[in-house]
């Protein structure tokens, strides 16, 4: 169980060191690029399918064929804000050395859906989807909220404290946990899933197959719905598996359907008895 956890954790552990030490105005490059402002950058090539924001600002992404860039809020963190397009990526970014005390910019974007949405430090991504084999990573204290996502495979790591919360689809989902961080999806249904927490972290999602979890610490992981949940722990971390409330009564609703006819056949059936028997006579004075 602890070599699955290590080795689970082991690809993040660099973006979640460059995180915690990003408020000491550490110099961070995406793709091996620094980044430059909005007006430089070339757009003219496909859309992005990926989503990386380094630093403490805010990306909103709304659902569109074409990319469409723009950005508000703070006008001295507003001019701060440099990105990067490559490999399918795009980049958001401070400028070098400027993570200051000034206050934080709104980048609004406009993309497909993405597939891979990474966050190291602070930030915040607001996503309206996510959609194919999707992949999220958050190192640091940063926090993600997906409103639909529409996966194959949906594999979520948190690194530090940081937060998600996601609804949607996924035939499958693969999360690590190291450390606090919390991945609030009671409004994702998952087929399966396969559960790694180490630290105190928590988990919540929907699913009606199997659940795998292997917790090292205190993290809880709770699952609605009728899943078979195994788990294997080390420390007071736990697992709950609880019906979810509709899902139950539609449950419910469905079984007193198929049940009322069965009713009204016994009841006729107990009448029919109740035809044949025999009349008792009367006794003998």
Same mark, same amino acid.
């Given at each position: 169980?602890l070599?699955?956890?290590?080795?689970g954790?082991a690809?993040?552990?660099?973006l979640?060191?460059g995180?915690? =030490?990003?408020?000491?105005?550490?110099?961070?490059?995406?793709?091996?690029?620094?980044?430059?402002?909005?007006?430089?950058?070339?757009?003219?090539?496909?859309a992005?399918?990926?989503?990386?924001?380094?630093?403490?600002?805010?990306?909103?992404?709304?659902?569109?064929?074409?990319?469409?860039?723009?950005v508000?809020?703070?006008?001295?963190?507003?001019?701060?804000?440099? %990105?990067?397009?490559?490999?399918?990526?795009?980049?958001?970014?401070?400028?070098?050395?400027?993570?200051?005390?000034?206050?934080?910019?709104? =980048?609004?974007?406009?993309?497909?859906?993405?597939?891979?949405?990474?966050?190291?430090?602070?930030?915040?991504?607001?996503?309206?989807?996510?959609?194919?084999? /999707?992949?999220?990573?958050?190192?640091?204290?940063?926090?993600l909220?997906?409103?639909?996502?529409?996966?194959?495979?949906?594999?979520?790591?948190?690194a530090?404290?940081?937060?998600?919360?996601?609804?949607?689809?996924?035939?499958?989902?693969?999360?690590?946990?190291?450390?606090?961080?919390?991945?609030?999806?009671?409004?994702?249904?998952?087929?399966?899933?396969?559960?790694?927490?180490?630290?105190?972290?928590?988990?919540? %999602?929907?699913?009606?197959?199997?659940?795998?979890?292997?917790?090292?610490?205190?993290? /809880?992981?709770?699952?609605?719905?009728?899943?078979?949940?195994?788990?294997?722990?080390?420390?007071?971390?736990?697992?709950?598996?609880?019906?979810?409330?509709?899902?139950?009564?539609?449950?419910?609703?469905e079984?007193?359907?198929?049940?009322?006819?069965?009713?009204?056949k016994?009841?006729?059936?107990?009448?029919?008895?109740?035809?044949?028997?025999?009349?008792?006579?009367?006794?003998?004075?």
């Amino acid at each position: 169980m602890l070599h699955k956890l290590i080795k689970g954790i082991a690809p993040i552990a660099a973006l979640a060191l460059g995180a915690a =030490v990003s408020g000491c105005d550490m110099d961070i490059s995406i793709n091996g690029e620094e980044g430059v402002p909005l007006a430089e950058l070339d757009t003219s090539g496909d859309a992005p399918t990926k989503l990386v924001l380094a630093g403490p600002d805010e990306v909103v992404v709304s659902e569109g064929s074409t990319l469409d860039i723009a950005v508000e809020g703070d006008s001295k963190a507003a001019d701060l804000v440099r %990105f990067t397009l490559k490999d399918g990526t795009l980049g958001v970014m401070r400028e070098k050395g400027k993570w200051g005390d000034v206050g934080t910019a709104t =980048v609004r974007v406009t993309m497909p859906a993405p597939e891979s949405i990474t966050i190291a430090g602070s930030g915040k991504v607001t996503a309206a989807a996510m959609e194919g084999d /999707t992949d999220i990573t958050i190192a640091g204290s940063g926090s993600l909220d997906v409103a639909d996502v529409r996966a194959g495979k949906a594999s979520v790591t948190l690194a530090g404290s940081g937060t998600m919360s996601a609804g949607g689809r996924a035939d499958s989902l693969d999360l690590t946990v190291a450390g606090s961080g919390k991945a609030d999806m009671q409004g994702l249904k998952v087929d399966s899933a396969d559960i790694n927490i180490a630290g105190s972290g928590d988990a919540a %999602f929907a699913s009606d197959g199997k659940v795998d979890a292997n917790i090292m610490g205190s993290g /809880t992981v709770r699952v609605t719905g009728r899943a078979t949940c195994e788990v294997k722990s080390m420390g007071s971390g736990k697992v709950i598996c609880e019906a979810a409330s509709e899902p139950a009564e539609a449950e419910a609703t469905e079984d007193v359907a198929k049940a009322e006819p069965k009713a009204k056949k016994k009841a006729a059936s107990k009448k029919r008895v109740a035809k044949k028997a025999s009349p008792k006579k009367p006794r003998k004075a």
